[in-house]
């Protein structure tokens, strides 16, 4: 029987070499134990305790008493390291001489974590823990946050933060009615979601104004999304950046946001109004009273659909409420229930007007997206306190109003761009100090 006398090394997959490199030379628990406190630091995104590494290593022991060989003894352990409770939540724990209900500033690892899940949804990457080792994060905060903005996996924060302040998740459960809408389809639903993701994409790599969400007279669209538009000349599945017909402009227009806010067989002035309540000003209407009906949802009514809402108002119970939704909500009804461009509603035309309740008057989209720039206050502090939110992944309390007062301070002075506003963020206090609950380790 021939066979090879001098067989090729074994090669293992990249990973496989990161994990298990170690020092030629050392004895096999030895090797190990360099391999598992490596390991450990860079799953707890910190140092690792000896005392710690010797908790583990009992793993190791373990297996090896049970004849395991040297790798199934040193997966074992790493199996430990993976159900730890500081790789599963990202812990901050006080200094042992912190005294309960004082504020401290995090150290510079936990400082690390912060903005790399606030930017990444992720780990921090070697060079944030390097500069956590080196005592450096916090004077070169401002470099490390034009870095990680610029980073592919900055795609996160554009997804789960625009997701979650615009809503547009929610998208992937909204069904409008086949019949009234045969157009409509998972992948006209996936266009829809990818324009906003690249709007908002395109504000924060190119740092434009805020404001540029309320009103732009550009967007991204493919050949699909460009049809329901009523756009010509463009081609293809690929998104491209366009300039936008004047009906056009702003997250307010996007078919992604008229679409949620919509009924599945008609538009809701009632929803539309609520979000832009909700979402950009953050003056939310009050929930309705348990015992209002609910009005109703069906496409075909006795009128117009403003004509029924009038009626509703009517009602003292429904009035303060919805003299503050519907007359937003009207200044989009040229958008039907899925976000295209119309004239009429059945066989009514049309009236996009409306009054607001401090008395402003607008005609259609256009002059009520004039309007909401002029209320640049408060949409900036909404912006802010969504922002601040997101990124300390808590609700705001009221001891937290002075580091957004210090955010739209300096968005004003600075011409409102976007990187100012994430800037002020991850300097603010709130995310850069912790108050002492007594745990510690």
Same mark, same amino acid.
């Given at each position: 029987m021939d066979g090879p006398y001098n067989p090729p090394p074994q090669v293992f997959p990249e990973n496989h070499r990161r994990i298990m490199n170690h020092q030629p030379g050392l004895a096999p628990r030895e090797a190990a134990r360099e391999v598992v406190s490596r390991f450990a630091a860079r799953a707890f995104r910190r140092p690792v305790q000896p005392d710690e590494v010797d908790r583990l290593m009992k793993l190791y022991d373990k297996a090896e008493s049970e004849g395991e060989r040297f790798e199934a003894c040193v997966r074992l352990v790493l199996e430990g390291v993976l159900v730890w409770p500081d790789f599963l939540f990202r812990v901050e724990l006080d200094p042992r001489d912190a005294q309960p209900g004082t504020s401290y500033p995090i150290n510079e690892y936990e400082l690390a974590s912060r903005?790399?899940?606030?930017?990444?949804?992720?780990?921090?990457?070697?060079?944030?823990?390097?500069?956590?080792?080196?005592g450096r994060l916090r004077g070169e905060l401002e470099s490390q946050l034009r870095r990680m903005l610029s980073d592919p996996k900055?795609?996160?924060?554009?997804?789960?933060?625009?997701?979650?302040?615009?809503?547009?998740?929610k998208l992937a459960f909204v069904a409008p009615d086949s019949k009234e809408f045969p157009g409509f389809d998972d992948e006209l639903r996936s266009s829809m979601i990818r324009e906003t993701e690249l709007f908002f994409e395109s504000i924060v790599r190119e740092d434009r104004s805020i404001l540029d969400f309320l009103d732009a007279d550009y967007s991204f669209v493919n050949e699909r999304l460009a049809k329901h538009y009523g756009m010509s000349g463009v081609e293809g599945k690929e998104f491209r950046r366009v300039k936008l017909p004047a009906n056009r402009g702003g997250i307010l227009t996007h078919a992604s946001i008229l679409t949620l806010t919509s009924n599945p067989t008609r538009t809701s002035p009632v929803k539309r109004g609520k979000w832009v309540l909700d979402q950009l000003l953050n003056t939310p209407p009050p929930p309705p009273p348990p015992d209002v009906p609910?009005?109703?949802?069906?496409?075909?009514?006795?009128?117009?659909?403003?004509?029924?809402?009038?009626?509703?108002?009517?009602?003292?119970?429904?009035?303060?409420?919805h003299q503050r939704m519907d007359p937003i909500g009207f200044a989009f009804e040229n958008? @039907?229930?899925? +976000?295209?461009?119309? %004239?009429?509603?059945?066989?009514?035309?049309? @009236?996009?007007? +409306?009054?607001?309740? %401090?008395?402003?008057?607008?005609?259609?989209?256009?002059?009520?997206?004039t309007i909401l720039r002029g209320k640049k206050e408060l949409f900036s502090r909404c912006l802010a306190e969504k922002m601040l939110t997101y990124a300390l992944g808590r609700g705001l309390e009221y001891y937290d109003k002075c580091a957004v007062d210090k955010i739209l301070e300096a968005l004003n002075q600075n011409g409102d761009r976007f990187s100012v506003l994430m800037t002020e963020v991850v300097k603010s206090e709130p995310f850069q100090m912790r108050t002492a609950t007594g745990e510690v380790r």
């Open positions: 903005l790399s899940y606030f930017l990444w949804s992720s780990m921090p990457d070697e060079t944030l823990l390097t500069l956590a080792a080196e900055a795609a996160a924060f554009v997804e789960n933060f625009a997701g979650q302040w615009l809503t547009i998740r609910d009005f109703p949802e069906e496409k075909r009514l006795t009128g117009s659909l403003r004509k029924v809402m009038e009626m509703h108002r009517e009602k003292p119970i429904c009035a303060s409420c958008y @039907d229930a899925t +976000g295209a461009w119309r %004239d009429k509603d059945g066989t009514f035309l049309i @009236d996009p007007s +409306g009054v607001l309740p %401090d008395g402003r008057s607008f005609q259609g989209p256009t002059e009520l997206k």
